[in-house]
C-alpha cells in the first residue's frame, strides 16, 4: 500500500544544495558580468517597450491642455524668464571679475564641459539601493563614473553602463561617497549617504569645525569624479555630545532624488584635466632638479677646522628657514 504522504527531499540535502550555489555564485560573480552585461543590454528594449504606455499617457495629457492653462503657463514661464534674465546679467558681471582675478593670479580659466540630457527610464524598487536608469549608454560616450546633475545639484554617478543605457547611483545611498566644501569658509569634508532618500551625512567632522545649519556644501573637485563648484546640499543640523570626538551633521541633498525625471549627464573637461596633468608633470620635475642640486652641493669638500669654528650654528627655526 502506497503511503499518502510521500516525503520529500530532506531539509539537510536541500542546505547542502544551497550552500554549494552560494559558493558557486561568489566564485563566479567576476566571469559573469559580461554575460550580466550582455543580458542588460538585450533587455533595453523591453525597458522602452514598458515606457510606451507612460509616454502615450503624457502625449494625451499634454495634447488635451486647456486654453487657460497654457496661458497660465506661458505667463509663469515668461515671470521666470524675466528673472533668470537678471541673475545672468549680474553673473555676466561676476564672470568678467572673475576673469580677471583669475589673470591676476595666472589661474587656467575652467573651460565648458560637454554636457547631455538624460530620461529616468526606471527607478530602484529595492529600499536598501537608490538608484536610476537612464536612456543613455555606451553608444552615447557614456562612462562608468561620470557625473550626473538635475537642474538644483548633484544627484550621483554612472556605476553600470550598457549599450543602450546606463544606471547611475544616488549621492542618498549607503555606497556613494563625495568629497565637498562649505562655500561659508572653504572647509573640507566628505558626504557620504546613508539610506534616506531626503538627507546625508557628514563623516569626521571635528567638534570644534566652524559649521552650523544652513550652510551650503558643494563639489570640492578632489578625487576628479565630481567637478567643483556643483551645489549638493544644505546642513540641517548640528550635534556636538559629549564624550564624543566627531560631531554628527546631517543635510538635505539639493537635488530633488525622489521624483527626478530629467538628469544631465556632464563629461570632464578634458583639456582643463590636461592642463592639470601637465602642470603637475612640471612641479615635480622643477623639485626633482632641486634635490639632485642640493645632493651635489651637499658632496662639495668639507671646509677648514678653523672655517668650521669661526661659523655660527643656526638654530632650528633658522635651519628650516633655510631649507
Known sequence: MKPIFVRGISN???????????????????????????????????????NVPGAVLDWSAESLATRNMLAKQNKDLLRQQLLMSERLQRFEHLRQ????????????????????????MEVASDPFHHYVVVNHGAGSGVFVGQPVVDAQGIVGQV?????LTARVLLISDESHGIPVRI????????????????EIELQYVAK???????????????GKRFPEG?????????????????????????????????????WPDIDATK????????????????????????????????????EVTPTKPEQESQS
Open 208 to 222: 570644534s569645525t566652524d559649521i552650523e545649519a544652513g550652510d551650503l556644501i558643494v563639489s570640492s573637485g578632489l
Open 275 to 310: 592642463n592639470r596633468e601637465d602642470d603637475a608633470a612640471n612641479a615635480a620635475s622643477i623639485n626633482g632638479h632641486e634635490g639632485s642640486q642640493t645632493s651635489s652641493d651637499s658632496n662639495e669638500a668639507p671646509k677648514s677646522t678653523s672655517e668650521a669654528s669661526n
Open 97 to 120: 571679475e572673475n576673469d580677471r582675478l583669475r589673470a591676476l593670479l595666472g589661474s587656467p580659466l575652467h573651460m565648458d564641459s560637454r554636457k547631455v540630457v538624460a530620461e529616468v
Open 12 to 50: 539537510q540535502f536541500r542546505l547542502t544544495l544551497a550552500i554549494m550555489m552560494s559558493v558557486v555564485l561568489l566564485v563566479a560573480n567576476e566571469r559573469l558580468e559580461p554575460y550580466r552585461q550582455s543580458l542588460a543590454s538585450f533587455l533595453s528594449p523591453i525597458q522602452y517597450l514598458a
Open 230 to 266: 556643483y551645489p549638493v546640499a544644505r546642513i540641517t543640523d548640528v550635534t556636538r555630545e559629549d564624550g564624543q570626538s566627531y560631531a554628527k551633521v546631517r543635510a538635505k541633498p539639493l537635488a530633488a532624488l525622489d521624483r527626478v525625471r530629467y538628469l544631465l549627464l556632464i
Open 183 to 198: 562655500t561659508r569658509n572653504d572647509v573640507r569634508l566628505v558626504a557620504k549617504g546613508i539610506g534616506r532618500i531626503d
Open 159 to 163: 556605476v553600470q553602463v550598457n549599450e
